[in-house]
């Protein structure tokens, strides 16, 4: 297993249309994270999930955003009437619930661009 | 609530200069402190970690120590490298809690 992957890399909408990502996480981690990160700024947690039961969202996370997890494999992360504001780098992030360190591996991450 | 707290950059360097970048955290339970260096265009990179109070984290000639008694966990390196340039982010993790929260990120130039 190479990692976690994310796609597509980059992603540029125009405003009102909705997008989906998709991450695949290392195999065996059964925890699967979405964070958004702005320019200069550290990544915002936006949900996660153990197996395929998303467990919490953020308080910030809009209701035009969805996230699911059907399988407990890959995630995919939909945003819905795509808003300027929506522009930023989402990261996907997977860990084992085993892991007594709680420590996350990273994917590359998607630009989304909302012109 | 809890927070991770980072030195603004960006930290300028000569190749070879010493490196610090503090961070100081917040928590109510006992949680595990990363560091992670992002690259451009990439993602986070697990850097090191320390589980408990006076653990030394340590990769690549970075360390940090697990210091419970001020609440921080600063990095450091003896002797930095032009391809250490990054942005290097402070995260904690567990404590009561599966959402880790992170710093807002180091900028480090090192110049030839």
């Known amino acids: 297993d190479t990692g976690v992957s994310q796609n597509p890399r980059h992603k540029i909408t125009k405003r009102g249309q909705n997008v989906t990502f998709r991450c695949d996480p290392i195999?065996?981690?059964?925890?699967l994270y979405w964070y958004r990160q702005t320019l200069g700024q550290g990544p915002e947690f936006l949900t996660y999930?153990?197996?395929?039961?998303?467990?919490?969202k953020s308080r910030l996370l809009s209701d035009r955003f969805s996230a699911e997890r059907p399988k407990g494999s890959f995630s995919t992360l939909e945003i819905q009437r795509t808003e300027q504001g929506d522009s930023a780098m989402y990261l996907c992030?997977?860990?084992?619930?085993?892991?007594?360190?709680?420590?996350?591996?990273f994917g590359p991450g998607t630009r989304l661009t909302v012109t | 609530g809890d927070s991770v707290t980072q030195m603004e950059g960006p930290v300028t360097l000569s190749e070879e200069a010493f490196l610090t970048i503090n961070c100081t955290y917040t928590a109510t339970g006992y949680p595990s402190l990363f560091w992670y260096v992002q690259y451009p265009g990439e993602g986070l990179q697990l850097l090191l970690k320390?589980?408990?109070?006076?653990d030394k984290g340590s990769n690549k000639g970075f360390e940090a120590t697990y210091r419970k008694e001020t609440t921080s966990f600063h990095l450091e390196k003896g002797s930095v490298q032009v391809s250490d340039s990054a942005v290097y982010f402070c995260a904690k993790g567990g404590g009561g809690s599966y959402i880790p929260t992170f710093g807002r990120g180091t900028s480090l130039i090192v110049h030839p």
């Open positions: 992030a997977s860990s084992l619930v085993s892991s007594l360190s709680y420590e996350q591996y």
């Open positions: 320390a589980t408990k109070a006076d």
């Open positions: 195999s065996e981690h059964n925890r």
């Open positions: 999930f153990q197996n395929e039961a998303q467990l919490e």
